[in-house]
C-alpha cells in the first residue's frame, strides 16, 4: 500500500491547512489511520488517530480542539483538518495506516506511512 499525503504549505498563525492521505488501495483488512508529525532532530509524535468505522478518534493535547481527523473509506482517503495554526505545529506530517482496526496510537503499530508533507506556520 502507497500513501499519498498531500495539502501542506506555508501558512501564518490562525489560518487552517486541510491534509488529505489517500492510499493506492484498500487493505485486506479495515484499519485504522492515524497522522503523526515530526519536527526534525526530534521523535515522530502522534497527532490524530481514527478507527476503521471512524467511530473513536483520538487528539494529542498540544492539537485538541483545533484539529479534526476524518476517513472516506469509500475513497481510501483520510483528512486532517487543521484550524487556529499555530508556530509549534510546524513540522512534517505523515499519514500511517495500523495493523489494526481499532484506534491505537503506538506507532509500532503502524505498518504503512506515506512520505510526508510539510506545513510551516510563521507568527
Known amino acids: 500500500v502507497q500513501l499519498q499525503a498531500s495539502g501542506g504549505g506555508l501558512v501564518r498563525a490562525g489560518d487552517s491547512l486541510r491534509l488529505s492521505c489517500t492510499a493506492s488501495?484498500?487493505?485486506?483488512?479495515?484499519?485504522?489511520m492515524s497522522w503523526f508529525r515530526q519536527v526534525s532532530g526530534r521523535e515522530r509524535e502522534i497527532v490524530a488517530a481514527?478507527?476503521?468505522?471512524?467511530?473513536?478518534?483520538y487528539y494529542s493535547d498540544s492539537v485538541k480542539g483545533r484539529f479534526t481527523i476524518s476517513r472516506d473509506n469509500a475513497k481510501n482517503t483520510l483528512y486532517l483538518q487543521m484550524d487556529g495554526l499555530k508556530p509549534e505545529d510546524t513540522a512534517v506530517y505523515y499519514c500511517?495506516?495500523?495493523?489494526?482496526?481499532?484506534?491505537?496510537?503506538?506507532?509500532?503499530?503502524?505498518?504503512?506511512w506515506g512520505r510526508g508533507t510539510q506545513v510551516t506556520v510563521s507568527s
Open positions: 500511517a495506516v495500523s495493523k489494526w482496526s481499532a484506534l491505537t496510537t503506538s506507532s509500532g503499530d503502524y505498518l504503512y
Open positions: 488501495r484498500r487493505t485486506s483488512s479495515n484499519n485504522g
Open positions: 481514527i478507527n476503521w468505522r471512524a467511530g473513536s478518534t
